[in-house]
């Protein structure tokens, strides 16, 4: 009788151990994700950069998009947009596979262009990157993309030192230099902006008479015309190289702060 009452004892806690187990497993499970999520991000940032005693050899994203992914400063040898931007997250949502794509084949996925100075580093076209090195920095760069995202912004003034920073922010430094002159052959100086339209370009834009036009009548007009959609208003909807900034992407007050940047601003020329 004692051994049967024993072996119920046991066949029950057997079973309230299953049942408490099954019900706890996906908590177990969740904690487990989170915990290699946070693996992922912290190995991501070693990768990001900069290099350090410790780690010597990284991707050393840091020296283009700042040590923190929030835009090169003017000593960046290019200077790369902030990471932690609404910009980025919106063309998540139309591709949700865009930051893999740009880290893995450069910047030719955003511009078109093949002389982007944005490198590709998948070692598949001869990068120097892992697909586990990518696939982290595609992790890091899609949470700071969302955190950008889902915070409000404060209108931007319309400001020489405002439109500085929209610049650096929506990544223009890394065609045209942090001191806006370019690069010759690939991307136009810009530091004369404000005296003579530009018409010195790799990709001559066929409606050149009217761009000429419209900068004779209004040069922040033209300006805000060519950088939303050049390749509409200016080439007959082919690519004329330079980005297109829709306002879901660049907001009509940063663009007023970065045409005054450009039309105002002293750049040493």
């Excluded at 339209?197 to 066929?206: G, K």
């Excluded at 761009?211 to 009548?217: C, E, L, P």
Aim: with cysteine; hydrophobic share 40%.
């Amino acid at each position: 009788m004692r051994l049967k009452t024993l072996g119920a004892i046991v066949v029950t806690a057997l079973a309230l151990f299953t049942m408490f187990y099954w019900l706890t497993d996906n908590m177990r499970m969740g904690d487990s994700q989170v915990a290699l999520e946070e693996e992922e991000l912290e190995y991501a940032m070693t990768v990001f950069g900069p290099p350090d005693e410790n780690n010597p050899a990284t991707a050393n994203c840091a020296q283009c998009h700042g040590p923190d992914g929030r835009g090169g400063g003017p000593d960046a040898p290019v200077a790369g947009p902030n990471l932690h931007s609404a910009r980025v997250a919106e063309r998540l949502r139309i591709n949700p596979n865009y930051v893999h794509l740009v880290i893995s084949y450069g910047g030719i996925v955003v511009s078109g262009d093949p002389n982007s100075r944005m490198p590709a580093w998948s070692t598949e076209v001869g990068g120097p990157l892992t697909v586990q090195q990518i696939d982290a920095l595609t992790a890091l760069v899609t949470e700071w993309a969302e955190e950008g995202a889902g915070q409000s912004q404060a209108p931007v003034e319309n400001t020489v030192e405002a439109g500085a920073e929209v610049y650096v922010a929506a990544g223009c430094g890394s065609c045209h230099n942090a001191d806006l002159s370019g690069v010759e052959g690939a991307f136009p100086n810009i530091q004369n902006l404000a005296d003579e339209l530009v018409t010195d370009l790799p990709i001559v834009p066929s409606d050149l008479d009217q761009m000429q036009a419209d900068y004779d009548a209004d040069p922040r007009d033209f300006l805000a015309k060519w950088i939303r959609d050049s390749w509409t208003n200016y080439n007959g909807g082919e690519t004329t190289g330079m980005p297109q900034y829709p306002d879901t992407q660049l907001p009509d007050d940063q663009l007023e702060a970065l045409i005054t940047f450009l039309l105002e601003g002293d750049h040493g020329s």
